[in-house]
């Protein structure tokens, strides 16, 4: 299974942009699919963009509009990029592949702040 790691979160203003990364050592080119995901405190795990090997992107309707998503085949990354974010973005965000989301297994995650 493919590890994924997250990073990129910090604390930002409501209105701010943060581009998180989500990385592996191993060539992302064979995946058919990464998705984003984030958490909030005391919330369910919730969807947040994909994109597949084909550079085709998916968008929650909570994001659309604000965040996108790409990838960069060369640097095995994945890219999401969020702009005008809000208080309500606020949550721990997540990125893996579809086995992963099957098997349950999740990686650390990053931080997301947005202050009001």
């Known amino acids: 299974q493919v590890q994924l790691v997250e990073s990129g979160g910090g604390l930002v203003q409501t209105g701010g942009s943060l581009r998180l990364s989500c990385t592996t050592s191993r060539t992302i080119l064979n995946l058919d699919r990464i998705d984003w995901y984030r958490q909030a405190p005391g919330k369910q795990r919730e969807y947040v963009a994909r994109i597949s090997s084909r550079h085709s992107a998916d968008y929650a309707d909570s994001v659309k509009g604000r965040f996108t998503i790409f990838r960069d085949d060369a640097k095995n990354t994945v890219y999401l990029q969020m702009n005008s974010l809000k208080p309500e973005d606020t949550a721990v965000y997540y990125c893996?592949?579809?086995?992963?989301?099957?098997?349950?297994?999740w990686g650390q995650g990053t931080q997301v702040t947005v202050s009001s």
């Open positions: 893996n592949t579809v086995d992963g989301i099957l098997s349950g297994s």
